[in-house]
């Protein structure tokens, strides 16, 4: 049983900040059991896309148009996967969605989800 609880979305104005949050547990207990956790977001009418990803080797990935502004991060005495969002622009409007990922040996994966919280900014 996995589950991912997002928190932290809101309102906000173009260039102001916020930091989403979410809490992780499975039934190993630790967030580092997985591949890879990472950051999603849809915007209105478009396509889940992602935002930033944290690999199990703590490699990290983010998307080129939110690269020096986002910063994505763990805590694992926690079990909780941070995005620190810095000046946010109209266009990073969406519902963002934590992801938490196994890969196996073949290359099949295992992928679950939060349930998403909104984050919009007013121009």
């Known amino acids: 049983q996995v589950q991912l609880v997002e928190s932290g979305g809101g309102l906000v104005q173009a260039g102001g900040s916020l930091r989403l949050s979410c809490a992780v547990s499975?039934?190993?207990?630790?967030?580092?059991?997985?591949?890879?956790v990472g950051w999603y977001r849809q915007p209105p009418g478009k396509q889940r896309e992602l935002v930033a990803v944290?690999?199990?080797?703590?490699?990290?990935n983010y998307r080129d148009s939110v690269q020096g502004r986002f910063t994505i991060s763990r805590d694992n005495a926690k079990n909780t996967l941070y995005l620190q969002m810095n000046s946010l622009k109209y266009e990073d409007t969406a519902t963002y969605y934590c992801?938490?990922?196994?890969?196996?040996?073949?290359?099949?994966?295992?992928?679950?989800w939060g349930q998403g919280t909104q984050v919009t900014v007013s121009s």
């Open positions: 499975a039934v190993s207990g630790s967030i580092t059991t997985f591949d890879n």
């Open positions: 944290i690999t199990r080797d703590n490699d990290i």
């Open positions: 992801n938490a990922e196994f890969v196996t040996a073949s290359g099949s994966s295992a992928s679950y």
